[in-house]
């Protein structure tokens, strides 16, 4: 077949295939590890997350700050949630970004049930971490 009889597209290619061939297979050998990384690291930190436990108390200091947050008539006691907080070592990054992923669950759980049910699960709440609660006193009354 000579070049007057192929159709125009491949008569006026500026690359061979050979050259095209060439190509995808570098993109092929330098964006299949890549993938592979992306995909190792996501998995390997999803699966890690899963293992890890947060800092001992960071649960409670959670609820009591979703619950300061959606009941009106709650709030942190000051004092006693600093000192809750630097005996424990939980900082301003580990109340608020929630890293781990079954205490960004367990806070999700809280606010929705909370919302759905908010004088029983607001009353709950002080009951647990209000002055004469089983857990540390981290709620006041307003």
């Known amino acids: 077949m000579n070049a007057a009889a192929r159709p125009a597209t491949l008569a006026n290619s500026a690359t061979p295939p050979a050259a ?23 998995g390997a930190t999803h699966y890690r997350d899963r293992h890890i436990v947060p800092a001992i108390g960071l649960r409670e200091v959670v609820e009591a700050e979703v619950a300061s947050r959606l009941c009106p008539g709650l709030r942190l006691d000051d004092a006693s949630f ?37 004088e029983g699960g607001c009353r709950h709440m ?4 209000g002055r004469d609660g089983p857990a540390p006193h981290l709620l006041a009354v307003r």
Not at 21 to 28: P, Q, T
């Open 126 to 129: 002080l009951d647990l971490y």
């Open 20 to 42: 095209r061939s060439e190509r995808f297979g570098l993109a092929y050998r330098l964006g299949l590890p890549i993938v592979l990384w992306v995909l190792f690291a996501n």
């Open 82 to 118: 600093r000192r809750f907080s630097q005996d424990h070592g939980i900082n301003h990054s580990d109340l608020y970004q929630k890293r781990s992923v079954w205490l960004r669950k367990d806070a999700d759980a809280l606010e929705r049930d909370l919302r759905a049910d908010p």
